[in-house]
């Protein structure tokens, strides 16, 4: 592969952003080196990866940012940002996990998210897959962080509020003119029940939903005792769901 994929996963909060991300991370680790970044300041997804990660992009550079010798020159950032991207990158033997954390505070997300955009720059030189677990919202839209990914995930649960955060997304990339190559609805939660009000909603929203993952109730047994979720056996009808969102992936381009 010559240029690397990057996938990712956004929607609602609570749709089970982390749990697909995870789910993608595993699977695409059998086709190529994939990086996993968990960009959401309250982070999971090494805990949905069965990993313990130490390390995050927001410590790291504030660390190098206060050590006393540095200069803390403008033009000198960049490249702190560098050090802080690549010494906050811990290693597995299946993937990599980078972990954003938060920086500046609360508020203030600028860093992270240039670092974000700044690992899709150079991803051609990295990983086969760059998996992105998004913060819930429009943040990662509006701050232009995820303009530069391939295929944009957005997940929805067969509610109103879901789909129509779905339909946001879509909207404010279209008007952001944010042009990725592929962007791929996924239902989830998805039970014969919920089906025909996941349909409707999504068509009221003028959304078309590419693969439907169905409800695993061991995903929230899994959660409930701490287990990590992608380790779901690959023989529940949701694992199979999410492979064919790899074959949709691993056909792009
Ligand atoms: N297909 C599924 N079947 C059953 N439960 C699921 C499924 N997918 C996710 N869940 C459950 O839904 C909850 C939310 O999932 P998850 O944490 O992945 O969502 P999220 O979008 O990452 O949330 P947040 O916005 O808070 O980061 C979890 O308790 C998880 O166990
Ligand atoms: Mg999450």
Do not use: W
């Amino acid at each position: 592969m010559s240029k690397g994929i990057a996938i990712a996963v956004s929607g609602k909060g609570g749709v089970g952003k982390t749990f697909l991300s995870s789910m993608l991370v595993k699977k695409l680790s059998q086709h190529g080196s994939v990086l996993a970044i968990d960009a959401d300041p309250d982070t999971n997804l090494p805990q949905a990866l069965g990993v313990s990660v130490t390390k995050n992009v927001g410590e790291s550079r504030e660390a190098i940012l206060n050590a006393p010798a540095r200069s803390k020159v403008a033009s000198a950032k960049q490249e702190y940002l560098e050090l802080a991207l690549h010494e906050a990158i811990e290693e597995f033997p299946q993937f990599d996990v980078l972990v954003m954390g938060r920086s500046e505070g609360e508020g203030c997300y600028c860093a992270v998210n240039h670092v974000i955009r700044q690992v899709l720059d150079s991803r051609g030189k990295g990983h086969d897959f760059t998996v992105i677990d998004c913060h819930a919202g429009l943040e990662h839209l509006s701050r232009r962080t995820t303009r530069d990914v391939d295929i944009m995930i957005i997940v929805a649960d067969p509610t109103k509020n879901a789909m129509q955060s779905a339909r946001r997304i879509v909207d404010l990339s279209r008007e952001l003119r944010i042009d990725f190559g592929q962007m791929l609805v996924i239902a989830n939660r998805v039970t014969p029940e919920n089906r025909p009000q996941a349909d409707r909603l999504a068509a009221e929203n003028g959304l078309s939903i590419a693969v439907y993952i169905p409800f695993e109730p061991l995903v929230g047994q899994f959660d409930t005792q701490g287990r990590p979720v992608s380790q779901i056996p690959d023989d529940s009808p949701a694992s199979q769901a999410i492979d064919e969102i790899c074959r949709r992936i691993l056909s792009y381009g």
